[in-house]
């Protein structure tokens, strides 16, 4: 019986230090950092970074993505550490990556007390991420090849021969572009969106590294026309380019709206700044600096001024979409059959 007895003396001593350990390793955490990983552009990303550690005394360590990579290279760097996290934040400049990382089990549910996101159309409803300040879809014209009258924005313009040649998309299996070739495949369906890209194929459409290649191509009138995003397509206008930008299908299926996101990472080394940061980011003052930038955001909180050059995200005709569905379909098609394309118009 007295061993019995000094045996569960001897276990609870042992469950109470270890107890006292783990409040120790807690108390002792070092929260005068964050890391953030961000798949938004850097130049856009790092003077938010700098307000933030201006206003809180906290260091961001910012680890930026690369443009040919967008999202992608974080999105899988996210996943292989899981088991391991070295990030706290991952501030997406989409939300389908973030619903991958759900899918993944790599991001953990919060939800910031003023969300800048006040009808939650755009974040996830458990809390896996947050939304702020958006881009669009837009086709971007070269005016000295391209009519005004004839830049619509729509999509099929891609397919006219009259076009063969002439016109230019990013790698559909990174950035924003991928995100968009998902969309495709869930508003059209597989085979008539197989058509679409088949006929990109046909018609002679060149695929570049990135959407801010797509710009610099049709800003110089090496492309007549090209799909980029809104912050791109600005940068060329206010560099004096001769270009219009439309935005992508707004008459038709619709254009496809791209908010930026925050996710709390599952065990962030860091939780408590990490939550800090993304109540940051959802605040009135980082949607005005995103869309007084060269990016000229659309901001999702009532109240912050729009940039000139875009319309309100209200009033855009968006593409029905649901974010969550379009992870499903990014992760088969970055694997399959969108992957095979791909490799066929590098060849």
Not at 77 to 103: C, H, M, N, T, Y
């Amino acid at each position: 019986m007295i061993s019995r007895v000094g045996e569960r003396l001897r276990l609870r001593l042992l469950v109470s230090l270890l107890a006292v350990a783990t409040l120790l390793s807690c108390s002792a955490r070092d929260e005068s950092f964050v890391v953030v990983y961000t798949s938004v552009d850097e130049v856009f990303a790092r003077p938010i970074a700098e307000l933030f550690e201006k206003r809180t005394g906290i260091e961001v360590r910012l680890v930026p993505d690369t443009e040919e990579t967008k999202s992608t290279g974080l999105l899988n760097r996210l996943i292989a550490e899981k088991e391991r996290p070295q990030a706290d934040v991952f501030w997406s400049g989409d939300p389908v990556r973030a619903a991958v990382l759900k899918r993944r089990g790599v991001s953990a549910p919060y939800r910031p007390a003023n969300p800048a996101d006040t009808r939650s159309q755009y974040s996830d409803p458990e809390g896996h991420w947050s939304a702020l300040s958006a881009r669009a879809r837009v086709v971007l014209y070269n005016l000295q090849a391209v009519d005004a009258a004839e830049a619509t924005g729509d999509l099929e313009s891609f397919l006219d021969p009259k076009w063969m040649g002439r016109a230019c998309v990013a790698n559909p299996l990174f950035g924003t572009t991928s995100m968009h070739a998902a969309a495709l495949f869930e508003v059209l369906g597989d085979e008539q969106a197989k058509t679409f890209f088949e006929g990109l194929r046909t018609n002679g459409v060149h695929m570049l590294s990135s959407n801010g290649e797509v710009k610099r191509q049709v800003a110089s009138g090496q492309c007549a026309f090209g799909l980029t995003d809104t912050d791109d397509a600005r940068v060329a206008i206010q560099e004096g380019k001769p270009v219009l930008m439309r935005y992508a299908d707004a008459g038709g299926r619709g254009t496809l709206i791209v908010p930026n996101v925050a996710v709390l990472i599952a065990g962030a080394p860091h939780p408590e700044v990490a939550r800090r940061f993304i109540d940051f980011l959802m605040t009135p003052d980082v949607e005005r600096a995103l869309a007084e930038s060269p990016a000229g955001q659309m901001p999702l909180r009532p109240g912050v001024t729009v940039p000139h050059g875009v319309d309100p995200v209200a009033d855009i005709a968006a593409m029905p979409v649901n974010y969550e569905k379009l992870a499903v379909h990014l992760e088969g098609l970055s694997r399959g059959w969108l992957k095979e394309w791909a490799d066929t118009m590098t060849r």
